[in-house]
């Protein structure tokens, strides 16, 4: 047993019973809306983008149009045929060849534009959801929650995951003379696909 395995053993061993401990009440608190077009909105401001549905339009035809230049397409979903499953991917390093990446998040955030991810959603690579160059989220409007404070109280992703992650946007960054590089150390950029 390699000293990793032995002290992630240890850990696993001597984990607190996590209803021992409950969490503290949350309160529900700010605005409640939590509606497709502030979403919407909210992910326009950060950087993401909603797929425009066009006539007769597919969620492939759609990823061809918006990343025509894209080989490597991942999918995450049963229901979507990409070039490769996610359960192909052998290394998390391999994620860094993918151009798009089609996953579909549980829940959104309204007031955010933010989306989940757990490894549920990932297939337990989780860097994935990093480490590739486009992420194309499905997801249903009816799994919008209005803020951080529903979104903890009414999802039970939160509780049940081991590994969990909101993101609003494409990756980001800004020096101090205020110029914005977007992708410049995640994905290039957030599309989401509303679900019917």
């Known amino acids: 047993m390699s000293s990793r395995d032995a ?3 240890r850990l696993r061993d001597n984990r607190p019973d996590p ?3 409950p969490l503290p009440p949350v309160a529900k608190l700010g605005d409640m809306d939590a509606g497709k077009a502030r979403f919407e909105n909210s992910l326009q401001i950060i950087g993401g983008q909603v797929l425009e549905r066009q006539e007769n339009d597919t969620l492939a ?3 061809a149009r918006t990343f025509p230049d894209s080989k490597v397409i991942c999918s995450a979903v049963p229901d979507f045929e990409g070039t490769i499953r996610i359960e192909d991917l052998d290394s998390p390093q391999q994620a860094a060849s993918v151009d798009v990446l089609v996953v579909r998040s549980p829940f959104g955030i309204a007031e955010m534009g933010s989306i989940y991810l757990s ?3 990932l297939n337990s690579l989780n860097s994935a959801a990093h480490l ?3 992420i194309v989220v499905i997801l249903s409007p009816k799994n919008l929650t209005a803020n951080m404070h529903t979104a903890y109280i009414d999802r039970p992703e939160f509780h049940t995951a081991n590994y969990g992650v909101l993101m609003s946007g494409p990756s980001a ?3 101090i003379q205020g110029v914005l590089v977007r992708g410049a150390q995640g ?3 957030l599309s ?3 679900e019917d």
């Open 61 to 63: 035809t759609a990823i």
């Open 132 to 134: 590739t160059q486009h």
């Open 7 to 9: 002290i992630l053993a």
């Open 19 to 21: 209803t021992a401990h």
């Open 187 to 189: 994905v290039r950029t």
């Open 119 to 121: 490894e549920a959603q």
């Open 192 to 194: 989401v696909w509303w």
């Open 173 to 175: 960054t800004a020096d």
